[in-house]
């Protein structure tokens, strides 16, 4: 009775280990990966990586007027939602990358794999 217990055990340790090497994998690979998200009309271009870390912000200078105050509003304003949409892209990736290792093995644990985030 006692054999096959053992060898279902040591595969399923396996099989976490190789879901754990993966994962740091996907870590390791999602500190350097990065993405670009634009908001109005090319105006600001953000670059993140999928550890949500802001590596660019790029103005398009031809679409922008320093001297209009209101437009200066429009741009801080313009920031906020492109670093924001940013961290939300990015959030996702890392969630999709993360989602395609585990499965649906995060949805079963106690608060999901949510803190691996950050």
């Known amino acids: 009775m006692g054999g096959g217990g053992m060898g279902q055990?040591?595969?399923m340790l396996k099989q976490i280990q190789k879901m754990q090497e993966d994962m740091e994998a996907a870590q390791t690979a999602l500190e350097?990966?990065?993405?670009?998200?634009?908001?109005?009309?090319g105006a600001i271009v953000v670059t993140i990586t999928g550890h949500q870390r802001i590596q660019?912000?790029?103005?398009d200078k031809a679409q922008v007027d320093l001297t209009d105050d209101e437009w200066l509003t429009d741009l801080q304003d313009l920031l906020v939602a492109a670093v924001n949409q940013a961290i939300e892209q990015s959030q996702t990736m890392a969630a999709?990358?993360?989602?395609?290792?585990?499965?649906?093995?995060?949805?079963?644990?106690?608060?999901?794999?949510?803190?691996?985030f950050g």
């Not at 990065?34 to 009309?41: P, Q, R």
């Not at 660019?56 to 103005?59: H, N, P, T």
């Not at 499965?103 to 803190?115: K, R, S």
């Open 9 to 11: 055990q040591a595969a």
């Open 32 to 41: 350097t990966e990065t993405m670009d998200v634009s908001v109005g009309g």
């Open 96 to 116: 999709e990358r993360m989602e395609s290792i585990t499965g649906n093995i995060g949805g079963m644990l106690p608060g999901g794999l949510g803190g691996l």
């Open 56 to 59: 660019k912000i790029a103005i």
